[in-house]
């Protein structure tokens, strides 16, 4: 018997398998979750197929975030097809890569910015927007974002990803607030840095990662797998009463000023 037999979710942000959205699916999957999964281009298709049809009964589906269209369809399909849904998480997050290097001021155009608000935060409330009316059909439903710990204090080279994860996180209050009598919770969680295929492009990553292994409470940092299980807790009943929050899955680090 799993915690979320029945249940039924929408998973934005899968690439590959060292995904943060991967590692989220498998352990909503581990509890009964039945996911649909979209991805971004043709160019990532197989890979996500290869991933999603190693979970039972799951759905793939084509969705770039900046079109409001591929949302609705995502959201109508998923409709039609499992007849309910209970949950999607939002794991997407794009800003042109030199523009996470250079001086911030110097650095950020105003087209980066627009791409970057329009990718990593204005596609969570479009994708909130159209989950509502198929969440209300069975009471309500919740709704999971990624951030970072960028959006509130300054991390060299975050640049306007920064910008952009405040603004999701501001997101996720708005619509818990507006969707709580809905019965629909909103909440993020903001990992520690994570070897993915969106950081490792990143100039002095590793450097990073040691740097948080070090100063973090835990002395090390976070895994995959528990991204995941943080996830699992907060999509699930388990964690009904909370919403509009954003919690920390980050070894701890954030509590530490030295
Ligand atoms: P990832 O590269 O595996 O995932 C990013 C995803 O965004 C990819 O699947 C990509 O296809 C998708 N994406 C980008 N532009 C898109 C578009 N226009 N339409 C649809 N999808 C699009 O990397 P990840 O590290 O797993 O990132 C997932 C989330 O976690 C992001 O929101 C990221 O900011 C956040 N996060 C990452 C870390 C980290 O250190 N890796 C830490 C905290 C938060
Ligand atoms: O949110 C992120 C990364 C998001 C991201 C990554 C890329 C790389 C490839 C957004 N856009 C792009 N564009 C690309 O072309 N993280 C939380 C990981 C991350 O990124 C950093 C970090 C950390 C941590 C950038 C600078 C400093 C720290």
């Not at 100039?203 to 002395?219: D, I, V, Y």
């Not at 797998?225 to 964690?239: H, I, K, Q, T, Y």
Request: glycine share 10%.
């Amino acid at each position: 018997m799993g915690m979320l037999d029945g249940r039924t979710g929408v998973i934005f942000g899968v690439a590959n398998s060292r995904s943060i959205a991967w590692a989220i699916a498998q352990s909503l999957s581990r509890e009964g979750m039945r996911l649909a999964f979209t991805y971004q281009g043709e160019r990532l298709k197989e890979g996500v197929t290869e991933l999603a049809t190693t979970l039972p009964g799951s759905l793939i589906l084509p969705c770039d975030v900046t079109i409001d269209s591929e949302i609705a369809a995502v959201f109508r399909t998923v409709d039609r097809e499992f007849g309910r849904l209970d949950t999607f998480v939002h794991s997407v997050a794009f800003a042109p890569k030199h523009e996470l290097e250079g001086p911030f001021s110097e650095t950020t155009s105003r087209e980066g910015f627009k791409l970057a608000h329009d990718i990593s935060s204005y596609s969570l409330v479009a994708m909130a927007r159209e989950a509502t009316p198929v969440f209300e059909k069975n009471g309500g439903g919740s709704i999971l974002a990624l951030t970072y710990y960028g959006s509130t204090k300054v991390i060299p080279g975050y640049n306007l990803m920064g910008l952009a994860k405040a603004s999701l996180e501001a997101g996720v209050r708005y619509l818990a607030a507006e969707l709580g009598a809905k019965n629909i919770r909103v909440n993020a969680i903001s990992a520690g840095p994570v070897n993915t295929l969106a950081a490792r492009g990143i100039r002095g990553f590793t450097t990073m990662m040691r740097h948080h292994e070090k100063l973090s409470p835990l002395h090390r940092n976070v895994e995959l797998r528990e991204v995941g299980d943080a996830a699992l807790f907060l999509v699930s009943p388990m964690a009904s009463g909370i919403t509009g929050e954003v919690m920390f899955v980050d070894c701890g680090y954030n509590i530490v000023a030295v």
